[in-house]
């Protein structure tokens, strides 16, 4: 899913070629994207470009006379930028949305339709799709430990609630983890006042310098390589490569449709956490720490 760095990147690319224009047309490919009917969606058409911003990690396009469009890409969405009158891909196309100047295309990778687009009246409206939380690179210290004890929960789950903090998912949460050398299940009622001063610079240093890397990469073209997993990471989606700390593998733990990437020599003083579906295979044979699993590979266990 695409995360605070990489709507920033969006709205950057976005930045430089919507803002004073007029949205010509919405040509809507799936029936699934729209979520909303009043405003009618016909009523944003004509209508200039006058802003665009960030609700956690929905985009929003600011129109004349306060009307909005609210975008969440979700997990496989993804914008592209092309010709003015662009046909809408067949397979996974969304929508597109014309300009003067080119035409925006929404697409949505797979056969799950999660993505939605929902048309906004009025300012308090817009107010209902946020979820509140704080934006770490603009917010204080002081805010941040208040939301990230307000409830004893484990420090990803803390990290990625939207109501807790604005735009971190799955995939960044796992590098400020690792950056701040905690463990993923360390509940947030037990760090002492320096770890939530480490955790809070690891967020803010991580989240920055992934939109600075973005920003470089992307240049003043449109961002087309938006993904989950990226090569530079230190953790997250590099599940028995070396950690860049220690060399140590990186391990995983997986649940559901999500996974969660840590190194345990850096994170969890050499204790593995247990996968659940991995541990209750394995049971009594399951590593307890990191060197029992180097020792058992010295002993040809897979």
Known sequence: MPELPDIQIYLDALERRIPGGTLDGIRIGSPFLLRSVSPPIDEFEGRVITGLGRLGKRIVFELEDEHYLVLHLMVAGRLAWKPRGAAVP?????????????????????????????????????REHDRGGMDILTGGRDEFAARLCARNHTLKRALCDPANFSGIGNAYSDEILHAAALSPFRRTGSLDPEEVRRLFTAARETLQSW???????????FPTRV?????EMAVHGKYREPCPVCASPVQRIVYADNETNYCARCQTGGKLLKDRALSRLLKSDWPRSIDEMDALKGQGAP
């Open 227 to 231: 993904r989950a997993f990226r090569p």
């Open 90 to 126: 067949g397979r996974n196309g969304l929508a597109a949305f014309d300009f003067a100047n080119g035409t925006l295309i929404l697409t949505e990778a797979g056969s799950k339709r999660r993505a939605s687009l929902h048309t906004v009246r009025g300012k308090d409206e817009l």
């Open 211 to 221: 939109i600075d890397r973005l920003r470089q990469q992307t240049g003043t073209g």
